[in-house]
């Protein structure tokens, strides 16, 4: 029997897929293992984390406004409870690494879910002396799960693997459950603008400007943003393009909600003009509930097309304006296989994937 810790830089107050996934696999390894799971302390009341309390999981936490606070007190907790095995989320990798301590009893295994490069390659005399240092130091002896193969290519690093995300249906519902309702006599799109640079709002709201007016009128564009980013959206939306969204009338601004799959239910055009991403769980949720998907035509996001969605060059903001407006005067999609979907990015199998990289 191992004991695994399952140390995650998450404490949204939405669940998203994210923690349902990892409820889902430490139920599973706790067949045969001790599994505890480390999260920020902002986190300790969050609906999610009573949930997986009752259920019977062991939490902890820890103070993640600096590095060295996060890695005293995983350590500690790792100290504590003998842990055999580190398996990071959402830490980076210089501190995932000291949280796993000098010890080569204690494995650590880093969960890479995102490509914040927007597209930009690091090149130079200083990014090759870095990538050196973090290969023949840093990662030597650590196990990498990339969520993209293309993620995974880039490094090039050993012992890295390729997992495919997953969707998580069965989603943990608050009991506070809350659903948005859009204007169901609009044509409702749908965008998410969190980290407003890298998901390239700018694009989506400059594309949606240009579309033609018998188009226009017929549509809202529904920017979900969360609050104490909404400002700095707004900023660089007008920055970028000129256009102040608080005064668009075809513009709406809304809150992320834990019942997310009710705006999903209430759209019929998803658009994600991300400059970068690693895998989007957006994108896939979209498809399942039968919305057009228009995307970007990203590494992390090719693998949509076999499933229906239109795909543009971020280059050309009229590539997607044409294809917006063709989703306009499509309406909702007719037909789409969701159980193809599910079955492509099954739970069960990311989670023997998963388990199977921790375990061996």
Partial sequence: MKTINIVCDYSSVYSGNFIPSIFKLTTFLKKNNRVIISLPDRAENRFWSTYLKEQGIDLFFFDNSSASKIIKTIKRINKHNNVDIVYT????????????????????????????????????????????????????????????????????????????????????????????????????????????????????????????????????????????????????????????????????LLEPQEDIFSLYKQSDIFISSSRSEGFSYSILEALYFGLNVCSSNIDGTKWSKEFGALLFNLDSIDELTNLVEKCIKKGHKDKFNRLEIVQKFSIQKWIENVSDILLN
């Fill in 89 to 252: 989320h959402f830490i980076s990798t210089p501190v995932a690494k000291l949280l796993a301590g000098l010890s080569k009893k204690r494995r650590l295994i880093i969960h890479v879910h995102s490509d914040f490069s927007c597209g930009q390659t690091s090149k130079g005399i200083k990014a090759r002396i870095k990538k050196l240092l973090f290969e023949k130091i840093i990662r030597r002896d650590a196990k990498f799960i990339y969520v993209s193969d293309s993620m995974k290519q880039a490094e090039k690093l050993n012992n890295s693997y390729y997992v495919q995300n997953a969707l998580c249906t069965d989603r943990i519902v608050s009991p506070e459950r809350k659903t948005t309702i859009l204007d169901t006599k609009k044509i409702n799109i749908l965008a998410f603008a969190w980290s407003p640079e890298v998901k390239g709002i700018d694009i989506t709201c400059k594309a949606f400007f240009n579309v033609k007016e018998e188009y226009k009128n017929k549509a809202i564009l529904n920017i979900v943003v969360n609050e104490n980013e909404k400002k700095k959206c707004i900023d660089f939306i007008k920055d970028k393009t000129g256009i102040n969204v608080e005064n668009q009338k075809n513009i709406t």
